[in-house]
Structure formats: C-alpha cells, structure tokens
C-alpha cells in the first residue's frame, strides 16, 4: 500500500492506447466496493469513452479540465443527494478507490472537481454542463470527473522528505 501511495501521481497526458475492457470492469467493481455513511452508496458512475463527449466535458469550466479530452477514458462520479447528507464524502472515497485501482492497473489517472466550480460562461456552473451533456437528472449531483489512461509521461514518486510531519498532533492541537 505503500509503495502504491507513493507513485500514485496525477497524470494530466495519456497515450492514445484505450483502456481494456477487463481494466475497465476492474475499476468499477472497485469502485461499488467503497465505503459510504450508513452503507447508504449514493455514487453511482458514468463511464465516458466516447472522444465527443470527453472534448464537451472538458469544456465544462475555463480551467483544469482540458485533460479531459485527451483521457481515452473518463468516470465521471454523480451522486443521489437524496439518499444521503454525506454525499460529497462518499464521492470522494469512491473517486480516491478508483485511482487507486487504476495505478495499481498500470495506468494513469487525474480528478478534475467539478462539483462548486464556475462555468465556462458568466453565472454558469461546470456540474450545469455536464448534468446537459450527459443527461444526468437533476436530484443528482456531480462531485469529479477521473480522466483515466495509459501513462503519457512518467512521473517521479512523492518525495518522502517533503512529508509535513508537523501537521501531525498529538492529543490536542
């Protein structure tokens, strides 16, 4: 676990190389296993491949998001916020499980938050945009977009002595 934590980096370029099928169910299988308040599960996922829709997608807000379009994969994480009050956690951990599996895959992956952030155009939000392209209806929330694919460029592991042990407390803060 180690070891995976610490190469798992976000990875903004992917080869063209499609993510397989087998990798693909993997991912998601992992992802139903996430843990959620109440065992309640108010994620559900959208799996995107489509080249179209990824370049609408990452059109969604004026920045972070470009990367979408070149993923030759994209989970984007939606949420019933009628099922639960701590959907956005939920989300959360299913999204850091997905990227998790995937590094452990062999392949890369970046999250692009969608949920709070502005649009493209003036009094816009980005979820707006996406509930449109994807047809998502609107009791739904959509927390992330996990952009996902064959590493197209390697990056050096975390470096251990940047850790900030002294955000560590002990006791009381």
């Not at 992917?14 to 693909?24: A, G, L």
């Amino acid at each position: 676990m180690y070891k995976l934590l610490q190469v798992r980096r976000s990875h903004r370029k992917f080869t063209e190389q499609p993510v397989e099928q087998e990798k693909i169910d993997a991912i998601l299988r992992n992802a139903l296993m996430s843990p959620a308040g109440k065992s309640l599960n108010p994620w559900e996922f959208i799996v995107v491949t489509n080249k179209e829709t990824q370049e609408a997608m990452s059109k969604c807000k004026p920045f972070g998001a470009a990367f979408v379009a070149e993923a030759p994969l994209s989970i984007v994480i939606i949420a019933d916020t009628e099922k639960s009050d701590v959907w956005v956690e939920d989300c959360s951990v299913a999204a850091f499980n997905i990227q998790l599996t995937v590094e452990d895959l062999g392949l890369g992956s970046c999250w692009c938050q969608v949920r709070k952030r502005t649009g493209v155009e003036e009094g816009t939000m980005a979820e707006d945009k996406i509930k449109e392209i994807l047809g998502i209806p609107e009791k739904y929330a959509v927390e992330c977009i996990i952009g996902i694919g064959y590493k197209g460029m390697e990056r050096k592991p975390f470096n251990e002595d940047k850790l900030q042990f002294e955000k560590i407390h002990s006791e009381k803060f």
